[in-house]
């Protein structure tokens, strides 16, 4: 007996997990998207671009002359829209920050903390460990009033006139009411998250380092004292990784090795209510049975 073809194919149990993942991914840029007045069809236009280079990546070996078909075929999109996504020029891409690397070896190189592993109040200027010799072990292109201005343009660095000191006033690079550079970061660091574990699935699942751990029934309080664990533990993480990469990249430097990998290390945490809009306070007893509640490990 023979299918009907006007019905939809049915749909493979690997094809719908991965329509509801998408689903789950598409759901937060909506959000974002809605909550900043992009529409639809900017983000659909950003899709098209994806889907193409996508596509093109897939087939680097065609003849220039069957890429644009190919690629037309693969994606659904026309020929004369790939042909101009095609032929659009490449996004630059974000610049270097410095006032990163300035924060980041204030906050974990030895050079720039005190004896209890605090980063230093420094002077503005003259010889290490002063502000200026710190930013130029960054770079020599930049002043170091310029970064400087920029750490407290942040809200990161404060400077002290009286004593002409300058010091660190946060101890996470978070740029709070920076839209442009948290956009930046958004891409940035959940792009490459998304990108690694896509490349695990795509392949055997240990291209990239990607584990987590999750629990419910937590209370509110209990979730304020585990945010001081992961922050606690996040920071003997930076400063344990970021030396020990200066030193790599040191090394590499030295031996004259081809400099042409990156790696972003990362640790998040992201918490929600589990009860219904419409649920009874916390005080009072559910009925039925109480549901098992506990950490996982999700591999």
Same mark, same amino acid.
């Given at each position: 007996m023979t299918r009907d073809p006007s019905l939809p194919a049915p749909e493979s149990p690997e094809r719908a997990a991965l329509l509801e993942a998408l689903a789950s991914l598409l759901e937060p840029l909506a959000r974002l998207a809605v909550a900043r007045g992009l529409s639809y069809r900017e983000l659909e236009a950003l899709a098209k671009v994806a889907f193409v280079r996508a596509a093109h990546a897939a087939h680097p070996d065609l003849p220039e002359h069957r890429r644009v078909s190919r690629i037309s075929t693969t994606t659904g999109l026309s020929r004369r829209e790939v042909t101009r996504i095609v032929q659009a020029p490449e996004r630059a891409a974000p610049p270097r920050s410095l006032a990163t690397e300035v924060f980041a070896r204030w906050m974990t190189d030895s050079e720039w903390r005190d004896s209890r592993g605090r980063p230093r109040k420094l002077a503005r200027q003259g010889p290490a460990p002063s502000f200026e010799a710190l930013a130029q072990s960054i770079t020599r292109d930049v002043h170091p009033r310029s970064l400087l201005e920029e750490l407290v343009r942040l809200d990161l660095a404060s400077v002290d006139e009286k004593t002409d000191t300058v010091s660190l006033v946060r101890d996470a690079f @978070?740029?709070?009411?920076?839209? @442009?550079?948290?956009?930046?970061?958004?891409?940035?660091? @959940?792009?490459?998250?998304l990108a690694g574990a896509v490349d695990n699935v795509l392949h055997d699942g240990t291209q990239h380092f990607e584990q987590a751990v999750f629990a419910d029934g937590l209370s509110g309080e209990s979730l304020d004292v585990f945010r001081a664990l992961v922050t606690a533990q996040w920071k003997v993480l930076r400063q344990v990784f970021i030396p020990e990469l200066e030193k790599l990249i040191e090394a590499d430097r030295n031996a004259e090795r081809a400099q042409d990998q990156r790696i972003r290390i990362g640790l998040y945490t992201y918490t929600e209510s589990t009860a219904p809009a419409s649920a009874a306070p916390a005080a009072k007893t559910r009925r039925g049975a109480p549901r098992k509640t506990g950490a996982r490990k999700r591999t």
């Open positions: @978070v740029p709070r009411g920076d839209a @442009v550079r948290m956009a930046r970061f958004l891409g940035e660091n @959940v792009g490459d998250h």
